[in-house]
């Protein structure tokens, strides 16, 4: 997904990867949802994982979009920094527990929360959202709050 | 394999609340706001910069890291800045600068706040505004500017 060579600090990602990625997480939240079934949760939180601990490069989604579907495309790589969506990867991983802790006590947490993944999964892959801009400067201003300034 | 209608009806509602929401911030997005009567802003620009004000217009762009849109600010602002004598701008970076963000109350990047002449804020906008809307403020602060002297 990335042009530049291999290396261990990956600073960009492909942004048509990352709305490709989206797209699936999109599709399968929404089986998931449709069918009421947690087991598709589970695997989509797995990969919520790979992608929030190794980067979203790593995820199986990007991996599949590297191979298979890059190589088809006529558009150029669309570099964009990692940090922003590796952030939103652990976003949908909080999602993903919380719908599976919806799930163990048969309570609507389960819908709700697997409805919010997939809304922003759908913004995500349909209008590029950015939503790591707008968390960013929210968080940096709560914890500059919480830790004291010295 | 049956449908859980709890699961369709989550599925249909949030869809339609992730439109709804992306297609109403994408017309306001980058769109400048009057916010000439906001409450006891007034900044001391330079004082607290160090940088010099526009001779008419001065474009203050509040910035983070990571920030694509950010990027896209800065490039048609700059331009406009290039090109017209009397428009300068500003790029803060907004985690560097938290007392400023707080004071404005700015909530995401890129935030850029529109000074007049005198260093008094007559707008804002948040996201990335179009060269067009720029040129479009700039000539109307102009405007109300040689209109009040």
Known sequence: MSITPRSSQQRNVDARGVRFSASLTALVLAVALVLANPALVVIQGAVFAIGALLGPHRSPYSLLFRRVIAPRLYSPAEPEPIAPPQ????????????????????SPLFVIATGLAFAAALV?????????????????RTRRRLIPAK | MSLST???????????LA??????????????????????????????????????????????????????????????????????????????????VRELNILSTPTTIVLDAKGATVARSVGAPRKDQVLLLVQGIRNSQSSSQ
């Open chain 1, 87 to 106: 952030f939103a990867q652990s976003v949908g991983l909080l999602f993903v527990l919380l719908a599976l802790v919806g799930a163990l006590l048969s």
């Open chain 2, 6 to 16: 709890s699961g369709v009806l989550t599925l249909v509602g949030m869809t339609a």
């Open chain 1, 124 to 140: 995500n892959a349909a209008f590029g959202y950015c939503l790591g801009c707008q968390m960013y400067l929210l968080i940096a």
């Open chain 2, 19 to 100: 439109l709804a929401l992306a297609m109403f911030d994408r017309r306001r997005r980058g769109r400048f706001r009057s916010a000439r009567h906001s409450s006891a802003e007034y900044v001391e620009w330079q004082n607290r910069l160090g940088r010099h004000l526009g001779q008419d217009v001065t474009f203050v762009q509040f910035s983070s890291a990571f920030c694509a849109p950010c990027r896209a600010t800065r490039l048609t602002l700059a331009d406009v800045a290039e090109r017209d004598p009397g428009v300068a701008h500003i790029e803060i970076d907004a985690e560097s600068h938290l007392d400023l």
